[in-house]
Antibody, heavy 118, light 108 residues
């Protein structure tokens, strides 16, 4: 059974870079699927940040593209998110996901709350 | 402002049926599969319906999905108090994954 677990700081200062890692267990990232990130500000809806195929280029939400980097480390079976120049508007629960592409998102991490505050 | 439009809330009594609509355009729903997600309070979303009307293993047949043109609908029959949750539709618009704003289901 595939499981995803986010890790990283829960508090980031404004203008700094948010960095999260998603560790995958029960499935090899190299076997396929897209791997991505979705966030949810407190009390609000879901926003897709971006995703990366196990052997391809990442795709990002145009509204965040200039600040986002998603990468994969196959040797560690994990993938990462970096979001630069954060502001309070980036405060959200961040979910890592296994993405079936056109089909849907079939597996979600439990989510991690990241607060941007000085 | 979400790309896909859902009603903010719906409600029904236990045992009844409810439908949740998701309206889009030819740029998104009209040319792509729709998926639905259930988010119970304090938890991560869970895939309920994929490819418009298919249920993942373990999802009861009380949950159903349909799509017509640029709109999609999630149906839930035999409502249970445990179905109280936020429900989100999702699809693609070009290379951008988009979601509805979510619908809060209250089981009275």
């Amino acid at each position: 059974q595939v499981q995803l677990q986010e890790s990283g700081p829960g508090l980031v200062k404004p203008s700094e870079t948010l960095s999260l890692t998603c560790t995958v267990s029960g499935y090899s990232i190299s076997s396929g699927y897209y791997w991505g990130w979705i966030r949810q500000p407190p009390g609000k809806g879901l926003e897709w940040i971006g995703s990366i195929y196990q052997s391809g280029s990442p795709h990002y939400n145009p509204s965040l593209k200039s600040r986002v980097t998603i990468s994969i480390d196959r040797s560690k079976n994990h993938f990462s998110l970096k979001l630069s120049s954060v502001t309070a508007a980036d405060t959200a629960v961040y979910y890592c996901v296994r993405d079936w592409g056109a089909t849907g998102i079939d597996c979600w991490g439990q989510g991690t709350l990241v607060t941007v505050s000085s | 402002q979400s790309v896909l439009t859902q009603p903010p809330s719906v409600s029904a009594a236990p045992g009844q049926k409810v439908t949740i609509s998701c309206s889009g355009s030819s740029s998104n729903i009209g040319n792509n599969y729709v998926s639905w997600y259930q988010q119970l309070p304090g938890t991560a979303p869970k895939l309920l319906i994929y490819e418009n009307n298919k249920r993942p293993s373990g999802i009861p047949d009380r949950f159903s999905g349909s799509k017509s043109g640029t709109s999609a609908t999630l149906g839930i029959t035999g409502l249970q108090t445990g179905d109280e949750a936020d429900y989100y539709c999702g699809t693609w618009e070009g290379s951008l994954r988009v979601f509805g704003g979510g619908t809060k289901l209250t089981v009275l």
